[in-house]
Structure formats: C-alpha cells, structure tokens
C-alpha cells in the first residue's frame, strides 16, 4: 500500500512538473510557438470581412483563434514594423540590432523575441523573412545573422534562385528582380507574373516545405519557429491557379481615389502621389505614359494582389495542416501577422508607407490551445508592439522590463476586453517626418517638414471607412487631447 501511494504521488508530481502556470494564471503544458509573418498583408481576407477573397486557410485560423481586426503597426515598412516585433520596443530603425551585430559583445540582458525563447531552452528557427533581410542573414552566404545571438537556425531556402534576395523577388524559371532602386538595370521585370507552375515555381512554396521539414525536425522538443513568407510583397508573382481564382473585371475598385480634402498630399501621401515602388521599381511592357498607373494597370495590380495573398493562404494552410497531422495542435501557440498594410488605388497610392489606416492596419490572429469563445473577433486596439510580452506570458518567461507594449491575454480570453485605448505610429520619409494616433475613432497625424512644420490633419473613421476630410478644424478639443496623448509616445521626436 505505501509503495502504491508513493507512485502516485510521483506520478502527481511529473505531471504537476510538466505544467507552467504564468501570472494570468494559465496553466498548460510547455507550449510551442509557431510564428508567421506575411509582407505587405492588409486585412484583404474573407474572414476580416473581404468576402471576395479565396483565403480558405487563414479564414478556418481565424474560427480557431482570437482575431484582432484593430491592430495597428509602429510604422507602415517592413524594417522599423519588424525591428519593433523582434525588438519590443517601438522604432523607426530598420536596423534595430547593428550595434550588437557589429560589437561582437552579447548583452547581459534580453534584448530579442526570439532570444527570450532560446534563453529559455527552446529551439528558435527563422525561415523566410521574419526581420528585414530574407533569411534573417546579412549576406548570400547566410552566414551572419540579422538578429544575433537569438537562433539556433535562421536562412532561407532559396533554389533556382541562388541567394535570400533573388528569391525573395522570384520569377519564374530562375528569373529574379535584384534587390535595389534602379529600375533601368531591371529592364522586363513587370510588378506581376501568372507562371503555369507549381507552388514551388516561387520562392513562398520553399519557404512552406522548409517550415513542414523543421516541424517534423522539433517535433520532440520545444521550439519557436518562425515562418515569414513574402507574398503578397510586390512582385505580384504567383502561380497561374491563384489568378484563375478571381475575375479581374469583377474585383472592386478602389472608392475612394483622390486625396482627403484640406491635406497637403505632399506630406502625408507620398510626395506627388508617386506610388512610388510599382513606378520606380518595375517596368510594364511597352510603357510609354511615364510609368503612370492608369485604370487599366490599376485592375492588373488589385488581381496579382488578390492572386499572391491567395497563394500565400496555401502556404500558411500547409504548414497549419502539418501542424495538426503531428497532433501538435494541444501543445502549439499559432500567430499570424501581416508585417502592414497597403493601399490598393485608395487615394491614388499603389503601395505602402502612409500613416492612413489602410498601411497601418494588418491581421493579427492568436491561436493558443483550448481557447474559448474561438473565432471571435475583437474590436480591442492592439500593437505589433503588443506581441513580445503577448508570447511571454502565455508562455510563463520573464519578460524583460524595458518593453513597451501591454500583453494581450485578457484580451485572448476575454474579445470584449481592452489593455489600451490607442496605438502609436511614426513615419519618416519623402522629406517629412509624421506621427500618428489612433483611438477607437479618430486618427491624429502631426507632420514636420522643413517648409510646413506642425501640420495637423484628424481623420473620422467611425464616420469613414476611408475618410475624404481633414476635421482638424472641426474638432479642436479632440486634437488637442489626442496631441497630449502623442506626446507621451516613447519615440515622439526622439529618433
């Protein structure tokens, strides 16, 4: 009998050592992390409300998970929205980790997502883009990490294509547009391509057979694995069956194309309304109007979009399907993020980098094990910022204290909480430096350029989806409260 009651204590005791149990009081075995990112991703999804979209796989994500359909990036370009995820910590860096790169000197401290994770005795592998340069390594090589001291693995596969940036702007049969501005050195690379090839015609169907691979490869152990694949980033480039998916004269165009009244474009657009990366970065066959996007190239691009996102949601199916094929369902933390936004023809812009909600605004979808009220969306406003101490606590780590986002588990358990009432964001570029906030309603933009400090313009979204004025004038006590607010940001005039 007393041999009896020691083993079961001993048994109580190895299942009591299996479990964590963080502050919120979450109790679960050791979870794994399965992180994806996507580029250039708006909430251009059947299940954020874009009915339209063949997104099968991210829309049965959603009806397991939490979905956050107001969440907002530190700054609409892949660099500063990504050293501000791995970071913790909002910036306008894109290069947020050089002087550790460059130092040689590991820090005492935490200083990356995914460090945390491997300090905490987790296999951490990066595939694809997950900081800013393909692969998260500095050369062609990938030999020298992005984000030091933070993997145990970090590269991407890159086939045909020979090296990270090549295959990031993969064509078909081995072609590439090489990384860079210039676009007379690029002469026939159109921003879209409809290839009769498999997935793996394309640099994303690599990235979803290396995640299956180092699925089965960590299956055993604890790991954070992070997936990040480059579409629907231009090229528009994918496979002919995403193409065949949609009826170009049928897609919806843009509503809303000229600029909100009472703004200075220059400023808080991009200088003369240039969209400036599908213009300047790629050339259109036969282009005699000075690489103007007409109607007609306009509709070309809103399909190689819809195509590339629908190509993407393939990829993302594989990875969760094997997810679930491993029965790593009960034990694994699923993430999606789109790294921003991006306007289709809204306000005359092909492309990114504005402080509007149609840059700002990506998916964040949370999936964690057991999760109740799933596929419930929430209306709470969230950060990218958010998602470093997010992970932390669902997976019980100590947090490091210089963070500056607030985790988001009560907002997981609860889709009717709040941790925050608005988000910041930040922009510098075209000869102007922007900074933006975002309460449940209203956006507030305060622009600095040489020639026009201080413009103020305030936008209405709960009376606009896509506003047409500047209220600033309108409503003067709402600026000046959401001005109060914005100089509290860490990062207000500071960088």
Request: hydrophobic letters at 35%; aromatic letters at 12%.
């Amino acid at each position: 009998m007393k041999i009896f009651i020691f083993l079961h204590i001993m048994v109580l005791l190895l299942i009591l050592g299996s479990c964590s149990t963080n502050k919120e009081g979450l109790s679960q075995k050791k979870w794994n992390v399965v992180f994806i990112a996507v580029d250039d991703l708006r909430p251009e999804i059947n299940y954020f409300g874009a009915t339209y979209m063949h997104t099968p796989n991210i829309d049965q994500l959603g009806a397991e998970s939490r979905v956050f359909m107001n969440h907002f990036v530190n700054c609409a370009a892949c660099g500063p929205s990504r050293s501000t995820l791995l970071a913790g910590r909002r910036t306008l860096n894109w290069d947020v980790f050089s002087s550790i790169r460059v130092s040689g000197q590991k820090p005492d401290s935490i200083f990356s997502l995914p460090q945390l994770f491997k300090e905490n005795g987790y296999k951490t592998v990066g595939i694809g883009k997950i900081s800013h340069k393909p692969g998260g390594v500095m050369d062609s090589l990938q030999l020298v990490p992005e984000v030091p001291y933070s993997w145990d693995t970090t590269y991407a596969p890159v086939g045909k294509w020979k090296n990270p940036w090549n295959a990031f702007f993969s064509y078909n049969h081995g072609k590439f547009r090489r990384y860079g501005y210039d676009r007379q050195n690029d002469t026939g690379m159109p921003p879209f391509e409809a290839g009769d090839v498999s997935d793996e015609g394309y640099a994303d169907g690599l990235n979803a057979q290396e995640a299956i691979k180092q699925l089965n490869a960590l299956k055993d152990t604890a790991f954070f694995l992070a997936v990040g694949f480059y579409k629907p980033h231009l090229p528009f480039n994918a496979p002919k069956k995403y193409w065949d998916l949609y009826d170009q004269n049928e897609l919806e165009a843009a509503r809303v194309t000229n600029p909100p009244n009472e703004i200075d474009s220059r400023i808080s657009l991009h200088s003369n309304r240039e969209s400036y990366e599908p213009r300047t970065h790629y050339t259109w066959t036969g282009d005699t109007s000075n690489y103007i996007i007409s109607r007609e190239k306009g509709k070309i691009l809103k399909h190689g979009y819809c195509a590339a996102v629908s190509y993407v949601d393939a990829q993302i199916g594989k990875v969760l399907d094997e997810i679930k094929s491993l029965g790593m369902e009960d034990r694994t933390i699923v993430v999606l993020w789109g790294d921003h936004g991006w306007h289709l023809g809204e306000y005359g812009i092909w492309g990114k980098y504005t402080n509007y909600d149609l840059a700002l605004n990506s998916p964040l979808i949370i999936k964690i094990p057991n999760l109740k009220s799933a596929g419930v969306r929430t209306e709470s406003i969230v950060e990218t910022v958010d998602i470093f101490p997010t992970l932390s606590d669902l997976c019980g780590l100590t947090k490091p204290d210089y963070l500056e986002g607030k985790s988001l588990v009560g907002v997981i358990n609860d889709p009717d909480a709040r941790v925050k009432n608005v988000s910041f964001s930040a922009r510098e570029a075209f000869g102007a430096k922007g900074y933006s906030v975002r309460d449940e309603n209203y956006r507030l933009m305060v622009w600095d350029r040489n020639d026009k400090p201080n413009e103020i313009e305030l936008f209405d979204y709960a009376r606009e989806e896509v506003p047409t004025i500047n209220r600033a004038e309108e409503y003067p006590e709402k600026v000046n409260e959401l001005l109060q607010i914005m100089k509290k940001a860490s990062f207000y005039k500071t960088e």
